[in-house]
């Protein structure tokens, strides 16, 4: 057998320039192919076929030639292969096991590459016969769940997911990949759920099988009932769910730290330098150089594990070391099959680690923290679909959060401080990692950081409309939370007021170009809300009485923005149109606002006028504002403190679809059998047999 | 009066015997108090106890042997001749002082009443050890019979307390004595005599052969019978045989105890017995049915108990192997607390101190307070689990260590921490079934049901009600995908409680939703309620990274209950309790321990002296000669703290906190202030506690002071540098909160100190006595030099008169007052530790 082998090593390396020779393996693919049932002239047809080193380029692309009726002809062999590679997968003989899972990988390949076209059932027929495709899937599922749960081969285990990524991902719609409903019936979420809990299996596997998982709840999820999501939904085995946690954790650690690192290097450079000082307009070619794949499959999966399951919120808060500054390079992940196999990377084994490490420099994490991270970079820059894409799940995500009564409660822990360094995007306006030594505070301090940074900078042409509306939502139901449980956070209001003032003076200045793509009215009626939540229930969740009073300054010293959103929505309410009725709920929601500044800009001009100031100090606007609370009445609004939550059918569905295809798209880019090499295989069993 | 009465007389044994309240008669003024409050529910339960029971027999048939074993019985008439003999050479010194004090404590019928009464259990087997010195029993017996059994009566005597069996065992150098002595230990109550277990556990390390033996049965009988107590013992044997030299350390009879007990062989005897006993099962005793009928409805058994059961049972196994595809088997639960009745505990108490290690090696209190949350998240993975915190007075099951609320505390180059540690409790946490883990995000749907409008429902009523509610395990509700506490649902029931100065608004804006009009508000009212709220939570102090335990200590401990109950999953149970304790790790507690025992000794005889003084005992977890544990002092923040949070003068922070002068509550504090500080102005000067700056007092809610750390007591003084020779630490800034040294309330300071000097004289022998034992083969600083017991003794001034007594107290207030030392130290705290 090894003669065999070498002389199709010798053979293909030379295949790329000439046609190449037959090799035996070919010579029985030919016979499959042919008619004639194999096992006629040999009867050892297929146990010698897997032994063989399988051809995937000429399976898959002999699949790919075949026309109608030459399918119909060799419809009984391809069944027949089939059932063999399945039956192998029970062999003791590991490389018939290895040759089988790739011979079963191009057949679901190339069958489907052939028939984009055809429907689910004629792929089905073609490939294991309608009347057996129940047993023979039923059969393939309970092998391949057994080699991922057993004590087997790692780089087995590696090839059955990666079998599973192929199977889900060969359709660019994962809903019409109709032999996923076998998945379904029998279902491997156990065996994912297994790789995940286990602490040695989850490193080396933990990746696939999360995005495996990830794709799978997404096979037909607003159509039937998808065993997968409800498995999911209730999975509360804490090392499991933790285990996925730092699966995701890690993915996104490391892509922070990619980002970080290319971004130490663009700063050493004159370029460089130059750029960020042309400012923000030019931002965008120097990030393309920045720029580091984004990971929309394992945010699909945090954003299923979030919204799915509700005890995985625990694991958001479960502390990690931060891995950030680990100098070890971590495992391009995506690209799992050029790391030796049977290796772990050695950043894994840190992440792994039940006890945390002694190492006084690290910082413990959370996941949390690193998603905000990641978002934090991921916004920056929205203008490219997948960073856009990217950047609205990350949002979804917070939303989310941000509904969750147990994560509100340790955002807001006063005892869970961190230091969370977000990525701000360099502008001309303002210094630069200004805030090194940002102190430590509770997480929810980020979060609106985080919204505050979003909106100071997207006031763009591109205007990104939803990831606005998004943002304010998040942060209306924190403010909600804190209103609820009177919970009083340190922050500096005033920053976010004035991103949001700022926000409405961009929506005014605008209202043209935005109002033919856009209803700028909701969005205003938001912001406008937001005040309202600050103005009319601030003595709930205010810090500090003086920090009432900023409000109130701000809102004084900003007025003319006030001013001009209510003749302009006045303006669009009394004329008749699409935009009436959402004009005029601007109207009344800017009462309270409008009462402040008619009730103190006259109180200040004459304090300014008794005084002979022509302009009065902070201090002094302060003063009259504290002296003249007494004679405002203020207008009760009803709902302020109630909003909408977030469902994902019908309105985000879309979304999600289209996401998932993009997803299926690069993964299954990325799932490459072929490059897994046989003498790594081919070494690892030997010693083993 | 120690050189008045140094024989008891027979007569007046047996007088005493016969009526304790007459002898009170004939001794001093003491004992015209004879009911004090420590003693006052003990009388009415056991003679209860004992005389319902068959083995209520006189006190030394109780070392009567087990069945089978008849050769080993103790003769009780051995005994009795044996303790015959040796009467006449014991000096009775030290005897009328506890016959006089003990006769005031009708504790003593319980010498009939041994502790197995209670569980209504056979007497306790003695094993082979008692072989030995019964022989030597026997070969007396014969010499002594002319002897009067003055000293045995004694012995038999109600007035014969676990305070004269110590001092017996440790002076006696009759090993007939002992031998009696150490049986006559199954006749104290538990409690008593755990008390002594240092005292015991000492001896038995470093004294002879003889007290070893005779103290060993009990020892380990008392181990067979409790986890709990089989390592409490193993961890004192481990400290305090670690000052022995490493060679013999190793062959010790402290250290074969000691690996004996880990070895867990000591099972419950009883067991077997116990398992045939229809009543209460092993594993699920009835009272606690309620409980776990709690649990039970709030989560569906048959879903979670596997995993739970396996993690409990495997404490130190990784959490990794916790999960296994198909459901394990769940009889696992019954038959897991035999092989591993020591290893949960163990293995948690181990991770504390891992915890502790790691986070010393960490630089800045951030990162350590950073860290201490993240282990401690992992620790809750394992939990609940069959641990215990031994510092608590009730039986529990630690379930949940809510950890975002441990803080780091102040030390230098350690890392002390104190952790708050939920626990349910039970009725014993060796048979009672470990409680089922409830997963973190469940508080949601408890907390709704925690903030009814009623809070003063019952427990019952409240389990009703619970179970009422939807049960989350329930499959096709759990999953669905719109989550559960709609917010506009809650909404209503949240307003209505959620404190008592809500907002008269907020309810506004809920009946607003009804009504079509308009409603208007004042923004001036706005402004006001956010003041006035701000103004009427109770004042905390800032958030300070350096100092992050200050803002956790002040807390109100009510208030941190009630919070911690609110966002705990376990909360709504009706059993639920909050503990906390200060984990210590690379700090000997042994001497804490000691201080608590004198703290605690000097406690009692003040009670029973009815001395006013206040001093608070903190509980010592001593696990070895570096580790161990301490009970915190609740709603406690140490006046170095106070100081440079407030930056007020002391007298102005009692303003702030409790009203201005003449108020009740300024004068109550006041008072508290002034008990206290007497109380442990004493205790400095007899302990010679040094090392006395501002962060080693704490100041508690009510106003009275607590000293902490006793790391500088009797001969050690922090680096010797001869500062605090002040008898103790009383600062100007003390004095003007007891009003300044023309007020009432000084001389009534000063009046506290003489009677609680003069109380504390009259029963000295068992302060020593406390003191003496363990300086038995200890290396400790506050045993250095070969005078400390006796410079002890000089303390108590027993030559002086009362009029001397005073005016000795009125120098010794003075000195410290003018003692510039005091005030130095003060200063160069400030200097090297930034202690205010």
């Known amino acids: 057998m090894s003669q065999t082998e070498k002389r199709a090593g010798l053979l293909r390396r030379t295949s790329s320039s000439k046609k190449p020779l037959k090799e035996k393996v070919v010579l029985m693919y030919e016979d499959i192919f042919a008619k004639e049932e194999p096992t006629k002239s040999n009867p050892r047809f297929w146990d010698e076929l897997f032994l063989m080193k399988v051809n995937l380029e000429y399976l898959e692309g002999k699949l790919e030639s075949l026309d109608g009726d030459e399918v119909l002809r060799v419809k009984d062999n391809i069944n027949s292969l089939f059932q063999h590679c399945v039956q192998a997968l029970a062999e003791e003989h590991q490389i018939k096991v290895v040759n089988a899972l790739q011979t079963l990988c191009a057949l679901f390949r190339g069958v489907h590459q052939k028939n984009r076209s055809a429907t689910g059932f004629d792929i089905i027929n073609m490939l294991m016969g309608f009347d057996k495709a129940e047993l023979r899937m039923k059969e393939l599922m309970e092998s391949l769940d057994a080699l991922l749960c057993g004590d087997g081969s790692q780089s087995l285990k590696s090839l059955c997911l990666k079998l599973l990524l192929c199977l889900v991902t060969v359709t660019d719609n994962i809903s019409q990949n109709t032999i996923l409903e076998y998945v379904m019936i029998n279902s491997i979420f156990e065996a994912i759920l297994q790789i995940l809990s286990d602490v040695s299996s989850r490193a080396q596997h933990g990746y696939d099988a999360v995005v495996l998982l990830a794709l799978l709840v997404n096979y037909r999820k607003y159509e039937s009932v998808n065993p997968y999501i409800v498995k999911l939904s209730i999975v509360d085995d804490e090392p499991t769910l933790d285990g996925m946690g730092r699966v995701i954790h890690h993915a996104l650690a490391e892509y922070n730290r990619q980002y970080k690192e290319k971004e130490e290097e663009n700063q050493g450079g004159f370029f460089s330098t130059l750029t960020s000082m042309v400012g923000s307009m030019f931002i965008a070619d120097a990030d393309e150089k920045l720029s580091v794949q984004t990971n929309e499959a394992i945010l699909l999966a945090l954003y299923e594990a979030v919204h799915l399951n509700r005890n995985f919120i625990t694991v958001l808060a479960q502390s990690h070391p931060e891995i950030d500054i680990a100098t070890t390079p971590a495992v391009p992940v995506p690209a799992s099959p050029l790391t030796p196999l049977g290796t ?342 030997s010693s083993i047999s | 009066m120690g050189d008045t009465e140094l024989e008891i007389s027979p007569a007046q044994l047996e007088e005493l015997q016969k009526s304790p309240s007459a002898s009170s008669t004939s001794t001093t003024s003491s004992l015209s108090l004879p009911s004090s409050p420590s003693s006052g529910p003990r009388p009415s339960s056991s003679p209860s106890t004992s005389e319902g029971l068959p083995t209520s027999s006189p006190p030394l048939d109780v070392i009567s042997e087990g069945v089978g074993e008849p050769i080993l019985v103790i003769d009780t008439e051995v005994a009795k001749k044996a303790c015959q003999e040796v009467l006449q050479k014991v000096k009775f010194l030290k005897a009328d002082g506890e016959v006089s004090s003990a006769s005031s404590e009708p504790v003593l019928v319980n010498g009939t009443s041994h502790p197995e009464s209670t569980n209504g259990r056979k007497p306790p087997k003695i094993s082979e050890e008692e072989a030995e010195p019964l022989k030597n029993v026997r070969c007396r017996q014969k010499n002594n019979s002319s002897k009067q059994s003055l000293l045995l009566r004694l012995f038999e005597s109600k007035l014969f307390d676990i305070s004269m069996a110590i001092s017996y065992l440790y002076n006696s150098k009759e090993p007939g004595v002992q031998a009696y002595i150490g049986n006559r230990l199954f006749s104290f109550r538990n409690e008593d005599v755990d008390f002594y277990l240092p005292q015991l556990l000492n001896m038995y390390i470093h004294m002879d052969e003889d007290v070893g033996d005779a103290i060993k049965p009990y020892v380990v009988h008392r181990c067979r019978q409790s986890i709990s107590f089989s390592l409490q013992c193993a961890w004192l044997l481990g400290a305090y045989s670690s000052d022995m030299h490493i060679s013999t350390q190793r062959h010790s009879r402290g250290t074969k105890l000691r690996k004996l007990i880990l070895s867990d062989e000591l099972k419950p005897s009883s067991q077997r017995i116990r398992r045939e006993m229809p009543q209460p099962p092993p594993s699920c005793p009835p009272p606690l049915h309620h409980c776990q009928g709690m649990s039970g409805h709030s989560l569906s058994p048959s879903k979670r108990t596997h995993q739970r059961s396996k993690s409990d049972a495997t404490l130190s196994i990784s959490l990794s192997s916790n999960l296994k ?190 009504s079509k009009e308009p409603i208007f508000i004042a923004a001036g009212d706005i402004r006001r309620r956010l003041s006035e709220q701000l103004a009427h939570t109770p004042t905390t102090f800032k958030r300070d990274p350096e100092d992050p335990s200050a803002v956790a200590l002040k807390e109100p401990w009510e208030e941190k209950v009630r919070r911690i109950r609110e966002g705990s999953p376990y909360g709504h149970l009706p059993y639920w309790r909050l503990l906390s304790v200060i984990v210590k790790c690379g700090d000997d507690l042994r001497q804490e321990l000691l201080a608590y025992q004198v703290l605690k000794q000097l406690q009692i005889i003040w009670e029973q002296e009815r001395v006013p003084l206040w001093i608070k005992p903190y509980k010592i977890l001593v696990i070895s000669s570096d580790s161990g544990m301490i009970e915190p002092v609740v709603n406690a923040v140490s006046i170095h703290q106070v100081k440079k949070q407030s930056q007020l003068s002391l007298l102005d922070y009692f303003r702030q906190e409790h009203g201005d002068f003449n108020t009740e509550e300024f004068l109550t504090a006041q008072r508290n202030f002034v008990q206290s500080c007497a109380g442990y102005c004493l205790i400095c000067y007899l302990l010679q506690v040094k090392d006395r700056h501002n962060g080693n007092i704490l100041l508690d809610s009510e106003g009275h002071i607590i000293h902490i750390d006793f790391g500088f007591i009797l001969s050690s003084s922090p680096r010797n540098l001869g500062f605090e020779t002040s008898a103790f630490k009383l600062t100007s800034e003390f004095v003007d909160v007891m009003g300044g040294l023309d007020g009432d309330m000084f001389n009534y300071y000063k009046m506290l100190m003489l009677q609680g000097l003069i109380a504390a004289r009259k029963h000295m022998e068992k302060v020593i006595q406390i003191v003496e034992i363990m300086h038995q083969g200890s290396q400790l600083p506050c045993f250095h030099g070969s005078s400390t017991i006796r410079n002890l003794k000089e303390r108590f001034h027993m030559n002086l008169t009362e009029e001397q007594l005073q005016v000795l107290v009125e120098q010794m207030v003075d000195g410290s007052m003018r003692s510039i030392t005091t005030k130095l130290y003060d200063g160069f705290q400030y200097l090297t530790n930034g202690i205010m």
């Open chain 1, 344 to 685: 772990t990377p050695p950043s894994l084994d840190m992440m792994n680690n039940p006890e945390l490490p002694l190492d006084p420099n690290l910082q413990t994490s959370n996941l949390l923290i690193t998603f905000l991270k990641y978002s934090s970079i991921v916004m920056q820059d929205t203008k490219d679909e997948h960073r856009l894409n990217s950047a609205r799940l990350c949002l979804i995500i917070l939303t989310c959060i941000a509904e969750d009564q147990y994560a509100d409660a340790f955002l807001h822990d006063d005892n869970m401080n961190f230091r969370v360094n977000l990525h701000r995007m360099p502008m001309r306006h303002r210094k630069k990692a200004a805030d090194k030594s940002n102190p430590s505070r509770p997480l929810v301090c980020a979060v609106l950081d985080l919204m505050v940074e979003f909106i100071v900078t997207h006031m763009m042409k591109e205007f990104p409309m939803d990831l606005y509306v998004r943002c304010v939502q998040i942060i209306h139901k924190l403010i909600c939370y804190q209103k609820k449980c009177r919970v009083r956070m340190h922050y500096t209001w005033r920053e976010l007021w004035s991103a949001l003032i700022n926000l409405l003076k961009f929506l005014l200045s605008n209202e043209t170009i935005l109002l033919s793509k856009h209803n700028i009215f909701q969005l205003a009626l938001q912001v406008v809300n937001l005040f309202n939540m600050f103005i009319t229930y601030g003595d709930t969740f205010l810090p500090t009485p003086s920090s009432y009073d900023e409000l109130y300054y701000e809102i004084i010293r900003m007025h003319q923005v006030f001013d001009n959103l209510y003749c302009m929505v006045l303006r669009v309410s009394t004329n008749a149109g699409q935009w009436k009725e959402p004009a005029s709920k601007v109207t009344h929601a800017l009462v309270n606002v409008r009462a402040i500044i008619n009730h103190f800009n006259p109180k200040i001009e004459s304090y300014a006028a008794v005084n002979h100031i022509s302009q009065l100090s902070e201090d002094q606007v302060l003063e009259v504002v504290r002296t003249n609370y007494d004679t405002l009445t203020l207008k009760l609004q009803d709902g302020l403190d109630q909003f909408e939550r977030y469902s994902e059918q019908p309105r985000e569905a879309g979304f999600f679809k289209e996401l998932v295809r993009s997803i299926s798209l690069n993964v299954r880019k990325n799932v490459s059998l072929s490059t897994m090499s046989q003498d790594v295989l081919l070494k690892e069993f």
């Open chain 2, 325 to 514: 595809r198909t459901a394990s088997n769940p009889k696992v639960e019954a038959c897991q607390d035999e092989p591993v009745r020591l290893t949960p505990q163990r293995e948690f108490i181990k991770s504390l101190m891992g915890i502790g290690k790691r986070l010393a090696t960490l630089p800045t209190k951030e990162q350590k307070t950073q860290r201490l949350i993240s282990e401690l998240s992992l620790l809750n993975h394992k939990l609940p689990a069959r641990v215990w915190l031994s510092t608590a007075a009730f039986d529990h099951h630690v379930v949940r260590v809510p950890h975002t609320q441990a803080v780091v505390l102040n030390s230098k180059d350690k890392a002390p921490y104190l952790i708050y540690v939920e626990v349910l409790e039970c009725e014993n946490f060796e048979t009672s079934s470990v409680p089922v883990r409830i997963p973190e995000t469940r508080i949601r749907s408890t907390r709704s049901v925690e903030n009814l409008p009623d809070c003063g429902i019952t427990p019952d009523q409240r389990a009703s009600s619970f179970s009422t509610v939807p049960n989350y395990d329930n499959d096709d509700e759990a999953w669905s995908v719109d989550d559960i506490g709609e917010l506009q649902v809650e909404f209503p029931e949240i307003h209505t409680n959620s404190c008592d100065n809500i907002s008269q608004f907020s309810v506004d804006s809920i009946t607003s939703q009804e």
